[in-house]
């Protein structure tokens, strides 16, 4: 029997840490050909050079690099048209049953474009959130558009894409792969985490990633890093660990921003990437998580972790009672951070679930494509 190609896109450490799981159970399958595509932020020195993640759990790889630059807007359409042109060569001759994509990166647009043009299936993972502050939320809803099948992580998700008109029985709601089996339990000790990655552990730890508001017409994420800057000031007994912001326009700007910072104070650290293995181990021992990712709505809930949501990068997301959301300022902060102290927020914390959590998550999403490739899904 001849085996399927599947062609797995990862555009980021974000998203990686998703699709990761979904990728080594169907790269097992001996019926199945995984090829992976990596590019955008993975092939980047700057933003922490993920590739080397992605080669130690597959083998089939694609490497597709694109410019760092997005020191503008007009950066980032140069890079798309750079984007066509190289992966269009990429797999020109390349037969591919089935492309797997998940999210709403600029990258995995241009992506999902390309193999719309060219007739090739696509499966969407995480489409039909919502997020009012970013580009992202744009892209996300043109790539449903443009896939055939659906996975949502949420069923607020799956009626936003059934009222834009996507056929329902394309669209499964199958929750969150990456949370699928949460633990509190950790693999790594906070020693070895240290020595690793050059940090230290206090008493409290606060993880913070702050990505640009593209969608804004003022981007308001060098503000809210001056105002993180005034509490490190004063907290001087917690350790604040910045990852770096991601691909997008201003993207540099903040990275420089966190930089100028960590250099100011000794108890700040500035880890450009955790990767994969190791960013949801250096989660469990954090005492809150600040800042506009996603991360923060999605998965930290997960861990028993409070996030302080800043802005309205994520607006539209549902989310657990674990997430504050606060509009950045310092008086914002400062009221969180002393709100997740409180006997209230703990309690109230501890009995909350997370809304993207769904049971054998994985194993549905495995199913899905062997019925998709065997055309009993057509």
Not at 206 to 229: C, F, G, M, P, V
Not at 248 to 275: C, M
Not at 363 to 370: D, F, G, I, Y
């Amino acid at each position: 029997m001849k085996k399927k190609n599947i062609f797995l896109i990862t555009s980021s450490r974000a998203d990686f840490s998703i699709l990761k799981k979904l990728g080594i159970k169907l790269a097992s399958k001996k019926n199945l050909n995984l090829n992976v595509l990596a590019t955008g932020s993975h092939v980047s020195k700057e933003y922490g050079y993920t590739i080397n993640d992605v080669k130690k759990n597959f083998k089939r790889i694609i490497k597709l690099k694109v410019s760092t630059n997005n020191k503008n807007k007009k950066d980032i359409l140069s890079n798309s048209s750079n984007l066509i042109n190289k992966f269009t060569k990429k797999i020109d001759r390349k037969k591919i049953d089935l492309a797997i994509i998940l999210g709403d990166r600029y990258e995995i647009f241009i992506i999902a474009y390309i193999f719309k043009i060219l007739k090739i299936k696509i499966l969407h993972i995480s489409g039909g959130d919502t997020t009012v502050g970013s580009y992202d939320d744009n892209f996300r809803s043109c790539i449903s558009q443009l896939s055939n099948y659906h996975i949502v992580t949420n069923f607020i998700a799956y009626k936003k894409l059934v009222k834009s008109g996507i056929n329902k029985d394309y669209i499964f709601n199958f929750g969150l792969l990456s949370i699928e089996n949460p633990t509190k339990m950790s693999i790594y000790s906070k020693e070895f985490l240290s020595k690793l990655f050059n940090f230290e552990f206090k008493k409290k730890n606060y993880l913070i990633t702050i990505h640009s508001e593209t969608a804004n017409l003022k981007d308001r994420a060098i503000n809210y890093l001056n105002n993180i800057e005034k509490i490190i000031s004063i907290k001087k007994d917690i350790s604040f660990i910045f990852t770096s912001s991601n691909f997008d326009y201003g993207g540099n700007i903040i990275n420089n921003k966190i930089k100028k910072i960590v250099k100011k104070y000794p108890n700040t650290y500035y880890i450009k990437s955790f990767g994969s293995d190791y960013y949801f181990e250096v989660l469990k021992y954090m005492s809150c998580v600040i800042g506009n990712s996603s991360s923060g709505i999605l998965e930290a809930p997960s861990f028993g972790i409070p996030t302080i949501n800043l802005g309205n990068r994520q607006d539209g997301r549902i989310s657990s009672q674990s997430v504050i959301n606060v509009d950045g300022s310092l008086k914002s902060l400062k009221d969180a951070l002393k709100k997740i102290e409180t006997n209230i927020f703990i309690k109230k914390m501890k009995k909350s679930k997370n809304p993207y959590f769904k049971k054998n998550s994985l194993k549905k999403h495995v199913n899905l494509v062997e019925k998709i490739l065997s055309s009993k899904l057509v």
